[in-house]
């Protein structure tokens, strides 16, 4: 095999003649579910959670592939097998799992279908690109709340995992108006921090990790990593609102995400967060998560090889 293979429909085949049609929904609705996962020492990190949460937004949004959870999550590890050996021993792959509904070529701007749809079911991967993330684990992320708002659950149920963005393009383009390296956080429409476009948020205050309201935000595999891992390392995990007020005066904030698991955030809206360093409870979670991850995280990300 002379490059990376791709799942699409019931078939692997090289990641060059993977294709999606222009009338395929995900395409012309942006209706497509999704999942990501990524594997340490190239065995893929709570797949099984994942394609879980996938299935559970397929249900709620009528689409059912042709295949079950337990073949997706076995040509999952498959195409991780496959597409490791175009890494170097010390990188990792980021897998991506979607599903749309389909093609529909009657009519390219309606819901509306001619007929029964064959759902489109794709997984691929792609090599971690560790340099992306290390200024993240040197100085901190800087998030900033831009104007626009995060959708409210009413309109769209934030459990499910989904590729509606438009939304975050435009926070991201004020955000990095700010700081081309921000990261946006969106507020919701009572002014309560919500979450990322690729990672939840949390603020650290004394021994407690507070998470927003899970009636706001896609509760997070990372997440609930760092939920379970919160005992461990004596420390309360909550739910509940807060605002940015919070944010500023907080011990420490962090990012919880897939790709580099969690990073700490140092500054909001151009403003200190704590010392405006990495703090000690961050560096015990994610030494804790390293441990069940069976390698040093931050140093993947800091002097890893990518590719």
């Given at each position: 095999?002379?490059?990376?293979?791709?799942?699409?429909?019931?078939?692997?085949?090289?990641?060059?003649?993977?294709?999606?049609?222009?009338?395929?929904?995900?395409?012309?609705?942006?209706?497509?579910?999704?999942?990501?996962?990524?594997?340490?020492r190239h065995r893929p990190f709570r797949a099984e959670e994942h394609v879980a949460r996938?299935?559970?937004?397929?249900?709620?949004?009528?689409?059912?592939?042709?295949?079950?959870?337990?073949?997706?999550?076995?040509?999952?590890?498959?195409?991780?097998?496959?597409?490791?050996?175009?890494?170097?021993p010390d990188g990792d792959l980021g897998i991506v799992i979607f599903v749309t509904p389909?093609?529909?070529?009657?009519?390219?701007?309606?819901?509306?279908?001619?007929?029964?749809?064959?759902?489109?079911?794709?997984?691929?991967?792609?090599?971690?690109?560790?340099?992306?993330?290390?200024?993240?684990?040197?100085?901190?992320?800087?998030?900033?709340?831009?104007?626009?708002?995060?959708?409210?659950?009413?309109?769209?149920?934030?459990?499910?995992?989904?590729?509606?963005?438009?939304?975050?393009?435009?926070?991201?383009?004020?955000?990095?108006?700010?700081?081309?390296?921000?990261?946006?956080?969106?507020?919701?429409?009572?002014?309560?921090?919500?979450?990322?476009?690729?990672?939840?948020?949390?603020?650290?205050?004394?021994?407690?990790?507070?998470?927003?309201?899970?009636?706001?935000?896609?509760?997070?595999?990372?997440?609930?990593?760092?939920?379970?891992?919160?005992?461990?390392?004596?420390?309360?995990?909550?739910?509940?609102?807060?605002?940015?007020?919070?944010?500023?005066?907080?011990?420490?904030?962090?990012?919880?995400?897939?790709?580099?698991?969690?990073?700490?955030?140092?500054?909001?809206?151009?403003?200190?967060?704590?010392?405006?360093?990495?703090?000690?409870?961050?560096?015990?979670?994610?030494?804790?998560?390293?441990?069940?991850?069976?390698?040093?995280?931050?140093?993947?990300?800091?002097?890893?090889?990518?590719?």
């Amino acid at each position: 095999m002379s490059e990376p293979l791709v799942y699409l429909n019931d078939r692997f085949v090289p990641a060059s003649q993977a294709k999606l049609n222009i009338y395929d929904l995900g395409l012309v609705l942006g209706a497509t579910l999704t999942e990501m996962t990524r594997t340490f020492r190239h065995r893929p990190f709570r797949a099984e959670e994942h394609v879980a949460r996938l299935y559970r937004s397929l249900k709620f949004s009528g689409i059912a592939p042709s295949l079950g959870p337990k073949e997706m999550l076995a040509r999952t590890n498959e195409l991780a097998e496959a597409n490791a050996q175009f890494l170097d021993p010390d990188g990792d792959l980021g897998i991506v799992i979607f599903v749309t509904p389909g093609e529909n070529s009657l009519y390219a701007g309606s819901a509306v279908s001619a007929g029964p749809l064959r759902p489109t079911v794709c997984i691929h991967s792609f090599p971690l690109r560790f340099e992306m993330w290390r200024h993240l684990f040197m100085e901190g992320a800087h998030v900033v709340t831009p104007s626009i708002r995060h959708i409210p659950p009413q309109c769209v149920e934030p459990k499910m995992k989904h590729r509606s963005r438009l939304h975050w393009w435009l926070a991201d383009r004020q955000s990095q108006a700010v700081d081309p390296r921000a990261i946006t956080l969106l507020l919701d429409l009572d002014g309560n921090v919500t979450e990322c476009a690729g990672s939840n948020f949390v603020i650290v205050k004394g021994r407690t990790i507070v998470s927003p309201s899970p009636r706001n935000i896609l509760h997070g595999i990372s997440l609930q990593t760092v939920k379970e891992l919160a005992p461990q390392i004596g420390m309360e995990f909550v739910e509940r609102d807060f605002q940015p007020y919070d944010v500023v005066n907080a011990d420490e904030a962090w990012l919880t995400t897939t790709p580099y698991c969690m990073t700490p955030c140092t500054r909001i809206n151009t403003t200190s967060i704590g010392d405006g360093k990495p703090g000690p409870w961050f560096r015990k979670m994610i030494a804790a998560w390293s441990g069940i991850a069976g390698l040093d995280i931050e140093a993947q990300v800091l002097e890893g090889a990518s590719s």
